[in-house]
């Protein structure tokens, strides 16, 4: 079995990111997706604002930046794709299932990703055109997800967008453009902060967002933090693996992994901003709950001066961040398909455009004309996002604890991690190998065993 001492060198022929501050907000543009967006203000306005974002910085600490450490180091020491990581690591081992979990992962994600993000993709067109109304903001949503052929093209353009990226390769595609949609991002954000806690009647917001009331805390919440922990950094779906295949051996994995967790925690914090002050200085509920992004918000907006701007500002800021989380699903399997076929990676993102394209049909119709069709109770939009969600990944995350934790040799993690000795973070390293031995496996399987609806607190 090989074990991670020193990184391998990068294949010849192989893309890399360029530079190492790249790879920061390229590892950023996948942490960073709807889940900051929509899915965590949606969380914190449904269990208590502030108690619940404390809640999520301490699984974060605890369970999202070891395994991101982890699966980060093992992509950089095997400079392969997901699955070939864990062939080259322990060959005629079945660890490699780690990695087809996360590339079956990856591609089952943007089946529903996509239309979701077809629904964000055609509020910008709206909000130019006028069609947000404030009194109508309910009718709007259920007729943008019950036009089967609108929802369809909607998501064909977030796929061909997201493929017209990946084509170009590792540094002149993904690398190149990443880099620039996230200061735009952090931009559009700032500008809708400003915005919104501007606002008469702001103040409630933000002391929803930032006062912490223990009191709200439940023992659903603790799990619904704990996954969430999890699930938002894109753990155990191949992307980080993936990634960190693509950093240089003078990267501090550790440094950009903490970097990473502390920017996606701020996104997702700004993006509270902008959205619980408008939603509180108008008298809005904060536990709208999904349908927070798609009915509350444009009501809340258009209820502003220049509303129109900042609702057009607001649905741009979160199209940039749903095509960078889609741009890093994309490249598992692209790059699983590139190195392992031999295939040029046109032709591999072809393959990938396709079948995505196909199965996610039935998610996207799941929610029009296939409604009446379920299986185990549930759509296929719903059964595609608990298949991922509830199972594969959690197994992904328990997999990728457990080879790290008991299979890798500690000294072996560590050296890795501080680059041979060359970067002063042996403890830190060594703590996340304690971490990963004996606390995020409990984790995860907790998550994973809750998910299925087995365990509740």
Same mark, same amino acid.
């Given at each position: 079995?090989?074990?991670?001492?020193?990184?391998?060198?990068?294949?010849?022929?192989?893309?890399?990111?360029?530079?190492?501050?790249?790879?920061?907000?390229?590892?950023?543009?996948?942490?960073?997706?709807?889940?900051?967006?929509?899915?965590?203000?949606?969380?914190?306005?449904?269990?208590?604002?502030?108690?619940?974002?404390?809640?999520?910085?301490?699984?974060?600490?605890?369970?999202?930046?070891?395994?991101?450490?982890?699966?980060?180091?093992?992509?950089?020491?095997?400079?392969?794709?997901?699955?070939?990581?864990?062939?080259?690591?322990?060959?005629?081992?079945?660890?490699?299932?780690?990695?087809?979990?996360?590339?079956?992962?990856?591609?089952?994600?943007?089946?529903?990703?996509?239309?979701?993000?077809?629904?964000?993709?055609?509020?910008?067109?709206?909000?130019?055109?006028?069609?947000?109304?404030?009194?109508?903001?309910?009718?709007?949503?259920?007729?943008?997800?019950?036009?089967?052929?609108?929802?369809?093209?909607?998501?064909?353009?977030?796929?061909?967008?997201?493929?017209?990226?990946?084509?170009?390769?590792?540094?002149?595609?993904?690398?190149?453009?990443?880099?620039?949609?996230?200061?735009?991002?952090?931009?559009?954000?700032?500008?809708?902060?400003?915005?919104?806690?501007?606002?008469?009647? !702001?103040? &409630?917001?933000?002391?929803? /967002?930032?006062?912490?009331?223990? =009191?709200?805390?439940? *023992?659903? $919440? @603790?799990?619904? %933090?704990?996954?969430?922990?999890?699930?938002?950094?894109?753990?155990?779906?191949?992307?980080?693996?993936?990634?960190?295949?693509?950093?240089?051996?003078?990267?501090?994995?550790? !440094?950009? &992994?903490?970097?990473?967790? /502390?920017?996606?925690?701020?996104? =997702?914090?700004?993006? *509270?901003? $902008? @959205?619980?002050? %408008?939603?509180?200085?108008?008298?809005?509920?904060?536990?709208?709950?999904?349908?927070?992004?798609?009915?509350?918000?444009?009501?809340?907006?258009?209820?502003?001066?220049?509303?129109?701007?900042?609702?057009?500002?607001?649905?741009?800021?979160?199209?940039?961040?749903?095509?960078?989380?889609?741009?890093?699903?994309?490249?598992?399997?692209?790059?699983?398909?590139?190195?392992?076929?031999?295939?040029?990676?046109?032709?591999?993102?072809?393959?990938?455009?396709?079948?995505?394209?196909?199965?996610?049909?039935?998610?996207?119709?799941?929610?029009?004309?296939?409604?009446?069709?379920?299986?185990?109770?549930?759509?296929?939009?719903?059964?595609?996002?608990?298949?991922?969600?509830?199972?594969?990944?959690?197994?992904?995350?328990?997999?990728?604890?457990?080879?790290?934790?008991?299979?890798?040799?500690?000294?072996?993690?560590?050296?890795?991690?501080?680059?041979?000795?060359?970067?002063?973070?042996?403890?830190?390293?060594?703590?996340?190998?304690?971490?990963?031995?004996?606390?995020?496996?409990?984790?995860?399987?907790?998550?994973?065993?809750?998910?299925?609806?087995?365990?509740?607190?």
């Amino acid at each position: 079995m090989s074990q991670p001492n020193s990184p391998s060198q990068q294949p010849a022929g192989r893309d890399s990111f360029v530079t190492s501050l790249g790879a920061v907000v390229v590892t950023l543009g996948s942490a960073v997706g709807l889940g900051n967006i929509w899915k965590f203000p949606a969380l914190a306005g449904e269990n208590g604002g502030a108690a619940f974002v404390l809640l999520y910085l301490l699984c974060v600490a605890g369970v999202g930046l070891p395994v991101l450490i982890a699966e980060l180091l093992l992509g950089r020491h095997s400079r392969a794709n997901a699955v070939t990581t864990f062939r080259k690591l322990s060959p005629g081992k079945p660890w490699f299932l780690i990695g087809v979990s996360g590339v079956l992962a990856a591609v089952i994600i943007m089946t529903f990703y996509t239309d979701v993000a077809g629904w964000v993709y055609s509020y910008i067109f709206k909000s130019l055109t006028g069609q947000l109304s404030v009194e109508h903001t309910e009718a709007i949503f259920e007729q943008t997800i019950s036009s089967p052929v609108s929802s369809l093209l909607w998501q064909w353009l977030a796929l061909g967008t997201t493929a017209a990226v990946v084509i170009m390769g590792v540094s002149k595609g993904i690398e190149r453009v990443i880099k620039r949609l996230m200061p735009a991002l952090l931009l559009l954000l700032i500008i809708c902060d400003i915005r919104a806690i501007s606002l008469p009647g !702001a103040k &409630a917001g933000l002391e929803f /967002l930032f006062q912490p009331d223990l =009191s709200k805390l439940s *023992g659903a $919440a @603790i799990l619904t %933090a704990l996954g969430l922990a999890f699930f938002k950094l894109s753990l155990g779906m191949g992307t980080m693996l993936t990634y960190g295949s693509y950093m240089s051996d003078s990267q501090s994995i550790p !440094a950009t &992994a903490t970097r990473v967790v /502390l920017a996606d925690t701020l996104v =997702s914090l700004m993006a *509270g901003m $902008a @959205i619980f002050p %408008a939603v509180f200085a108008f008298g809005y509920e904060p536990t709208a709950g999904t349908g927070l992004l798609f009915m509350t918000i444009p009501a809340v907006f258009a209820s502003m001066p220049f509303g129109g701007l900042f609702t057009f500002l607001f649905f741009v800021l979160t199209a940039i961040a749903a095509t960078g989380a889609m741009i890093s699903l994309m490249e598992v399997p692209v790059a699983f398909i590139h190195e392992t076929l031999g295939w040029s990676r046109r032709k591999a993102v072809a393959l990938t455009v396709v079948v995505m394209a196909l199965l996610g049909l039935p998610a996207t119709l799941s929610t029009s004309v296939w409604s009446s069709y379920t299986v185990f109770g549930m759509t296929f939009f719903d059964l595609f996002d608990f298949f991922s969600s509830n199972i594969l990944l959690p197994l992904g995350g328990i997999g990728i604890a457990l080879y790290v934790g008991w299979v890798l040799r500690r000294d072996k993690f560590v050296q890795s991690g501080s680059n041979q000795g060359g970067l002063n973070n042996q403890r830190l390293v060594a703590t996340c190998h304690s971490l990963l031995r004996f606390v995020t496996p409990v984790a995860v399987t907790i998550i994973l065993l809750n998910g299925l609806g087995l365990f509740t607190l």
